[in-house]
């Protein structure tokens, strides 16, 4: 009789390939054709109207009914002519993935669709039904979600998807999106004041982002048969094929037909819905891809990422496919992670991260380079918390991932220019000399030639006119990490911009009084920089003499989250009250314990039903081997030995998941939510997770192929 496995591998090989149809071999003729942006808005309201609308997308100003109105009936009748029947309000629950509660335009009492204004601005789903860590209890329901005009409302599946902030009825916020828009605003004020020193041009400036997204693809049959992907997103057990990523011939290698099906398909639909997906190729694993985007305004490319994954999984499916977005779905491969490509723009189109042929703009980019490297020194703890969720764990300091310890890699040429800078802070300066130059600043537009290296163990790197924040994980929601980049970096801008003030007060000439705060900057922040091999032992212990944290466990690295020095960095900035980020230290705590949880029960039921019962089956047929060849006089010393290695693993894997599931029950009584979390990442996971996937990876190289109930990896990452 087939096993499961078996059958889906058979399957697998009738699989037909869907060729992709692209509405127009041109992609500039559709796309965004699914998008109500602002050509649309200025083609269908009435040009004051479209001022309104317009000038509150750009400044952020409130919306009124009247015109909210006259957006919903130009809104609706452009949707109905798309072959929309529904509307949402599409919003990030602190759940991590994005929610809908889809409405029909039909109204059945007057035989019409109807849309109204009030429809388009605000909704009420029940917000006790979302994680809230406590701000709203069952018996305290009401939640809203509110239009943002900033973001563009768009049809996804004959649905109007109207992008929304989520809050309480008492005004705090329940999303991801709320704190972001709001970090962002703190960000603008505080680098137009730094901008301001250089061209009183600059009004507005904007966090740009792109996101690298990686993920793995297997076969939908295959992904059937594997109980820990399917509640887990991660193979709890499976040894590693003869052929991983060794031969370094997956990178950038031929992608497979069936797979590069896929990724047509889903660009094609990603470039409707107005997504700029511009890179595709295969990562360093086998099975494992990436999709990048051109960059776009932060709050837009966040709302794109989620998207976006959303976007792939479904049309995955239509191909056969499984698109795997955890950070770690194969041990012993590299993980997976989102490259956050992180800089700022002016209006007046200036990338304040690109060095320039001009030592003026060269001043403004190295106080926007070093202020940043100074906010991830002064909140490194921070921007770890941002980044840690139990799938991260098992991805960061592993095959390529950045370690858990945050540094910034700049590269030798940057760094000798901060070295220098800081070298010659008793270098005189007298009246009529070139100050630039005697401070080397006019030697970094040498670096605009690829002259910055990369380093893929270093967590936050620069490269080039960006910094790229490589620790985010794959399966994770930008807007978290994101808001809190953007928070440090305004509270080292306000800062910069008061010592700054100062030194012009006592006398200093302005670039004189720049530079001295600079060079004091450099300095207290030069252990944050580290340009060697993240992942040595050397750095490790050279990390420890320096201060810098080494929070490997999601647990430990959260606490940052309810520090006073968080709660008045956010509160400062009025993007999180003390409430709200109590409330996400318990939200992701919950989140960490549940994980942990969910992937401990699939270990046991694996282990107890169905691994230690193939291998007895097959110790039962090489007891009768044994016996025959003892019958016959034969030599029967090698099935002896396999018997008891597998009587050896069958014994420590009961022995292990009977104590991990009394563990999880002496655990499940403490009441301390920040206890019980370190507990599971302690005494759960460190304790039980490795032993036991040790004896069922031995017992896969035991027990008969024929009879082993999991697939393997060599089936899940090699065949398409």
Known sequence: MATLRQHALMKLQSRERIEPVAPSLKVSDYFGSLVFGLKEMQEALAPTVFKTVSTAIEKGTKIDMSTAEEVATAVKSWALSKGATHYTHWFQPLTGSTAEK???????????????????????????????????????????????????????????????IFVSYT????????????????????????????????????????????????????????????????????????????????????????????????????????????????????????????????NKAT??????????????????????????????????????????????????????????????????????????????????????????????????????????????????????????????????????????????????????????????????????????????????PMTALNVIVADILKNLKKEIDKEIDAGKEKKIAIVDVLRKYIKESRDIRFEGDGYSEEWEKEAHKRGLSNLKSTPFALDTLVAKKTAELYKRHNVLNETELHARHEIRLENYIMRVQIESRVMGDLALNHIIPTAIQYQNKLIKNANGLKGLGLDHRAAIETIEEVSKHIESLKANVSEMIEARKRINKVEDISEKAKLYSTDVKDAFFEKIRYAVDKLELLVDDEFWPLTKYREMLFLK
């Open 303 to 480: 709302d794109h990422n989620l998207l976006l994954m959303d976007l792939m999984d479904k049309v995955a499916e239509k191909h056969g496919l499984k698109v795997l977005f955890h950070e770690k779905p194969f041990a012993g491969l590299n993980g997976s992670g989102k490259h956050n490509n992180w800089s700022l723009i002016t209006d007046t189109g200036v990338n304040l991260f690109q060095p320039s042929n001009s030592a003026r703009e060269n001043l403004q980019f190295l106080c926007f380079l070093v202020a940043t490297i100074k906010a991830v020194h002064e909140y490194a703890d921070l921007l770890r918390a941002s980044i840690a969720s139990a799938g991260n764990d098992f991805r960061l300091g592993a095959n390529e991932a950045p370690p858990a310890i945050i540094s910034v890699f700049l590269g030798s040429t940057l760094t000798g220019i901060l070295d220098e800078l800081e070298k010659n802070g008793n270098v005189k300066i007298e009246k009529g000399d070139n100050m630039y130059m005697k401070l080397g600043i006019t030697k970094i537009p040498e670096i605009i030639l690829d002259n910055t290296d990369r380093n893929r163990t270093s967590p936050f790197a620069f490269t080039g006119n960006k910094f790229e924040f490589r620790a985010v994980g794959s399966s994770a929601n930008v807007a978290g």
């Open 102 to 164: 889809h409405d029909t335009f039909f109204d059945a009492l007057s035989n019409m669709e109807k849309f109204k204004g009030s429809a388009l601005v605000q909704q009420e789903p029940d917000a006790s039904s979302f994680p809230s860590g406590g701000i709203r209890t069952t018996f305290e329901a009401r939640g809203y979600t509110a239009w943002d005009p900033s973001s563009p409302i768009f049809i996804y599946d004959q649905t109007l998807c109207i992008p929304t």
């Open 171 to 298: 005004g705090e916020a329940l999303d991801f999106k709320t704190p972001l828009i709001r970090s962002s605003e703190a960000i603008n004020n505080a680098a137009v004041d730094i901008c301001q020193f250089f061209d009183r041009n600059v009004k507005k400036v904007t966090p740009s982002l792109g996101v690298e997204q990686e993920y793995f693809v297997i076969d939908r049959a295959l992904y059937a048969t594997r109980p820990d992907l399917v509640m887990a997103g991660r193979t709890v057990y499976g040894h590693n094929p003869a052929r991983g990523q060794q031969l370094d011939d997956h990178y950038f290698g031929s992608i497979a037909q069936r797979v590069k099906q896929f990724m047509k398909d889903f660009e094609i639909e990603s470039w409707k819905l107005g997504i700029p997906v511009s890179t595709r190729h295969n990562e360093v694993a086998p099975g494992q891809y990436e999709v990048a985007p051109l960059f776009e305004e932060i």
